[in-house]
């Protein structure tokens, strides 16, 4: 296995697939990175909805914006990870919610996504995170059950091509010490 800051900087948002199956021990293996996600209180407040099919992935198409530059890849994709939300679970305690942010369910579902898709670059495969979608489309597309929400998808697959890495600000940029100013 590689160094895991290497698996972090090597990372990129890929857009496009080669006609390429993943092997089932790969795709069990993103799983497990997704079920051994930290989650507040241990609530594991995640769902993953796994597409392989074109059909789907074409009704998961119609969700993005015709601008959406993943729209290729999601159908080229062999795999597409549908992570869903539970709702009022994570960062409640006794039905009430905890922080001023209330449900917590988006940091977790990005602790998640972060580790499926560190997983899969570490196997060789390329993701792209989808956020800019019809959530609700997407939902009753997938089946997902009321108390649950689509948060992403992640089309995984072999990269049609390398990418540069994007340009990242100065650590010093962005790091502060004792206080924000």
Known sequence: MAHLMSIIKGRRSIRRYQDREIPEADLQQILESVQWS???ANTQCWEVVVV???EMKEKLCDTLSSKNPAAKGLIEAPVVF????KLRSSGYYKEQATTKFGDWFMFDIGIAAQSLC????DLGLGTVVIGSLDHDK????LGVKEGYVVVVLIPV???AKDSPAPRRRE???FTHY???S
């Open 178 to 180: 004792e206080t924000f």
């Open 157 to 159: 697959g072999y990269p």
């Open 138 to 141: 997407a939902k009753t597309a």
């Open 82 to 85: 549908a992570l869903c939300g």
């Open 52 to 54: 392989q099919d074109k």
């Open 38 to 40: 930290p989650s507040w």
């Open 118 to 121: 560190l997983t899969a670059y």
């Open 171 to 173: 650590i010093s940029d």
